[in-house]
């Protein structure tokens, strides 16, 4: 509509900034975020991992019961297990597994460091080899 005077005008605010923040806690904010970033970089990294599928054999005389893992143990159709850090699943089509760990082919480990694997919680970390306490920032 030309012409017109508009029903509602938003009030105008300007936001006057009398502080400013000093060069060293600018930078230390940069130097924050960027840890955070190569942190998080360094945890999409750990979660990647390997998977398997294994199509079952389609038998019309003999149709299959479930699926058989790699010890040669029968599950059941719809049955999730995690075995030596290994989960795995079986249904109708086959038998899918996905490590829960990564290996040094999918991370990147920096010279100085080395992957450590804790089997018993399903757990890595990459770590200083001078000093296993410190944990290495991987990108």
């Known amino acids: 509509m ?15 900034f009398t502080h400013t923040l000093p060069v060293e806690v600018i930078s230390s904010l940069k130097m924050a975020s960027l840890r955070v970033l190569v942190i ?34 029968l599950h059941d159709f719809e049955s999730d297990w995690v075995r ?8 109708k089509e086959g038998l899918a597994c996905c490590t829960q760990l990564p290996d040094s082919d999918t991370v990147y480990i920096p010279e100085e460091c080395e992957l450590v694997v804790n089997k018993e919680t399903c757990s890595a970390k990459v770590v200083l080899k001078s000093d296993k306490t410190k944990e290495c920032i991987t990108v």
Do not use: H, M, W
């Not at 029903?7 to 936001?15: I, N, Q, S």
């Open 40 to 73: 998080l970089l360094g945890l999409f990294a750990l979660c990647q991992s390997e998977c398997s599928f294994q199509e079952l054999t389609k038998d019309l005389e003999n149709p299959p019961k479930g699926c058989v893992d790699k010890d040669g143990k």
């Open 2 to 16: 030309q012409g017109s005077t508009p029903l509602y005008k938003a009030p105008v605010r300007e936001f006057p």
């Open 84 to 91: 030596d850090c290994i989960e795995c699943s079986c249904t």
